[in-house]
């Protein structure tokens, strides 16, 4: 089975400084990895996925996020964090057996609070 | 394109009713998904249709059916409500032409079953 572990509830950043949102993650072989933000009442915002290539994949609003196979992490990063970045992001897995036509498999949530 | 739409934004139902939750894409995608969401838990998979006339049980698909009208709808019953079925209900849809194609989700159904 596959899962997700977002270790920390919630993150709290200075406007301005580097932020970092932890993300480990399960499964069998090769994941496909992504990254979902939702603000207050809203539906989940895709942010970026990593599918094969290159360790750091670019994503929406300047966030980034780096694959590492060895520590099976997959952590959200963005240079410089503004207040309007506050919101609970999501961290989801794929695995690649079985036609992949199912569903993710989602971590429970950082809240990250960005304060001015 | 409205992406993805749900239908009703909110419910209150008693225990035992019955109602179900439409979800309709208008980007010509495959594959959908039902998800809900409770504090703390992120989001759990109920139901998937990897495309028209398929459907396959998620990570908790009890006290739930579901039904692939076509290629757009995809909707969601609850024949005999609970009370832990209180939750906010996602659905999604994705091309899925290669497992990494992400999935695009609805505004959400908050349903309180009292």
């Known amino acids: 089975a596959q899962s997700v572990a977002q270790p920390e509830d919630q993150v709290n950043v200075a406007e301005g400084n580097p932020l970092t949102v932890k993300c480990t993650y399960s499964?069998?072989?090769?994941?496909?990895l992504f990254w979902y933000v939702q603000y207050p009442n809203r539906g989940l915002q895709f942010l970026l996925k990593?599918?094969?290539?290159?360790?750091l994949v670019k994503g929406s609003y300047g966030f980034e996020a780096e694959f590492n196979k060895s520590q099976t992490s997959f952590h959200l990063k963005k240079p410089s964090a503004l207040v309007s970045d506050s919101a609970l992001y999501f961290c989801?897995?794929?695995?690649?057996?079985?036609?992949?036509?199912?569903?993710?498999?989602f971590g429970k949530g950082t809240h990250l609070i960005i304060q001015p | 394109n409205a992406g993805v739409t749900q239908t009703p934004k909110f419910q209150v139902l008693k225990t035992g009713q019955s109602m179900t939750l439409q979800c309709a894409q208008d980007?010509?995608?495959?594959?959908m998904y039902w998800y809900r969401q409770d504090p703390g838990m992120g989001l759990r998979l109920i139901y998937y249709?990897?495309?028209?006339?398929?459907?396959d049980k998620g990570e908790v698909p009890n006290g739930y059916n579901v039904s692939r009208l076509n290629k757009r709808e995809f909707s969601l019953r609850l024949e005999s409500a609970a009370p832990s079925q209180t939750s906010v209900y996602f659905c999604?849809?994705?091309?899925?032409?290669?497992?990494?194609?992400?999935?695009?989700f609805g505004p959400g159904t908050r349903l309180t079953v009292t």
């Open positions: 980007m010509n995608h495959n594959s």
């Open positions: 989801a897995v794929r695995g690649r057996s079985g036609g992949g036509a199912d569903g993710l498999t």
């Open positions: 249709s990897a495309s028209e006339g398929t459907t």
């Open positions: 990593y599918i094969t290539g290159d360790n």
């Open positions: 499964v069998s072989g090769n994941p496909y």
């Open positions: 999604a849809s994705s091309d899925l032409t290669g497992g990494g194609d992400e999935q695009y």
